[in-house]
């Protein structure tokens, strides 16, 4: 189903993760500790047990600290994601993910000791607290819009404000914050990393969403004057924008390639079903409607691969990949949401019961279509790119 691995490392990791989520994962499927919030902490401990017992504890990340490339990681984050819960077991899922790629390449030695350390062994998760609630006019896909404040107040910093849709905050022991530092007529942000749980950061409620796969579901979260030492800034003072888009291309990506891998299950279930049950005398593959729904099926999770391996490529070169990320995002998003809907299509009653995780796959890539930036907003970030560049050339020419 995915195209061939870049690598022999890459291939064996590759490998023993489907192996693993297959064999030891997918039985967790139906356990009660599956909650609409997300696996509890309790299944997450169990399942993180089995990977480090099997060695496969944050497998993209090699024992000597080294990360695979992103091409090499699409191969082993594209399996992990087989079932909703192989990202959680294995420590490939979000936010973690992305926490510790921007982590380990903006952090001291000290925070990488201190925070990093510990995600990477999977004892910890994290959460990133940037989106803030819409009706107080907060930061959604326009981060200038950002309201929380930091400020400097001897060797500390003072943070306030409130954030929503915080993905793991509920049971997260490292954050990164995302805080205005500049003055209100300028566009600055910084990062902080901080300890969790703390006082000054309280979970005001934890979202009701359409996706669980998440522990600790998208939180509602206050900051009431959290004391940030100098030490635990992320970088540089009013750096954070920039490191949102270290982050976020990366992030955004690791997002297609799991999301990849639990459509491509739910396409091989969806198969399994259209190739034993019959209707009016005959299977259900032969009736040319469903056999062509999973036709399409197949064309679309090879184009959303061949996009996936493509973006990881451009990031290998040494490039942001704004572009390549937002049109991998917008076009892997979309086609996953297709190919998931015909599945609980040609499923039928038995799609959109939670019999089987199909269900849960059409809502989880549905969300997808929104999180890491809505379909929308990156195309028009794309179309403001075509103008920019169609008036450059038309100056130059």
């Not at 793991?168 to 990164?176: E, L, P, S, T, Y």
């Not at 009736?287 to 099926?297: D, I, K, Q, R």
Request: hydrophobic share 40%.
């Amino acid at each position: 189903m995915f195209t061939p691995c870049p690598t022999e490392r890459s291939v064996a990791i590759a490998g023993r993760v489907e192996a693993f989520v297959r064999e030891v994962v997918v039985p967790y499927e139906r356990d009660p500790r599956n909650t609409d919030h997300g696996p509890s902490a309790e299944l997450v401990a169990e399942l993180r047990d089995k990977a480090r017992a099997a060695g496969l504890m944050t497998p993209h990340i090699l024992p000597d600290g080294d990360h695979l490339t992103q091409r090499e990681t699409a191969a082993v984050l594209k399996p992990s994601g087989l079932s909703p819960l192989g990202p959680v077991a294995v420590n490939t899922m979000a936010p973690d993910e992305g926490n510790m790629f921007l982590i380990g390449k903006v952090g001291t030695t000290a925070q990488k000791a201190a925070f990093l350390d510990k995600l990477v062994s999977g004892q910890a998760r994290s959460a990133f607290f940037m989106t803030e609630p819409a009706a107080e006019g907060g930061a959604g896909s326009d981060p200038s819009m950002l309201m929380t404040t930091a400020e400097p107040d001897g060797d500390d910093w003072v943070i306030n404000g409130r954030k929503a849709f915080i993905t793991g905050a509920d049971g997260a022991q490292v954050g990164i914050i995302m805080a205005r530092t500049g003055p209100k007529d300028r566009i600055a942000a910084t990062m902080f990393l901080v300890d969790l749980p703390n006082p000054a950061v309280r979970i005001e409620r934890v979202l009701d969403t359409i996706d669980s796969s998440m522990p600790g579901g998208h939180s509602l979260v206050a900051i009431d004057n959290l004391r940030v030492p100098q030490t635990q800034v992320l970088g540089e003072v009013d750096a954070g924008l920039r490191y949102a888009q270290v982050r976020l291309s990366p992030a955004r990506l690791s997002h297609c390639m799991r999301w990849l891998g639990s459509t491509a299950r739910a396409h091989e279930i969806a198969t399994e079903y259209a190739t034993t049950r019959k209707a009016f005398g005959k299977l259900l593959i032969d009736h040319e409607g469903v056999g062509f729904m999973l036709a399409e099926n197949l064309i679309d999770l090879q184009q959303a691969a061949l996009m996936i391996d493509w973006c990881a490529d451009a990031l290998d070169g040494g490039s942001l990949a704004t572009t390549e990320s937002s049109m991998a995002k917008v076009a892997v998003s979309e086609a996953l949401y297709r190919v998931a809907d015909r599945c609980v299509q040609v499923m039928g009653g038995l799609g959109v019961s939670r019999d089987t995780i199909v269900e849960q796959v059409l809502r989880e890539v549905r969300a997808f279509r929104i999180y890491d930036g809505p379909t929308e907003v990156h195309k028009w970030s794309l179309a403001k790119k075509i103008k920019r560049d169609q008036l450059g050339a038309a100056r130059h020419g």
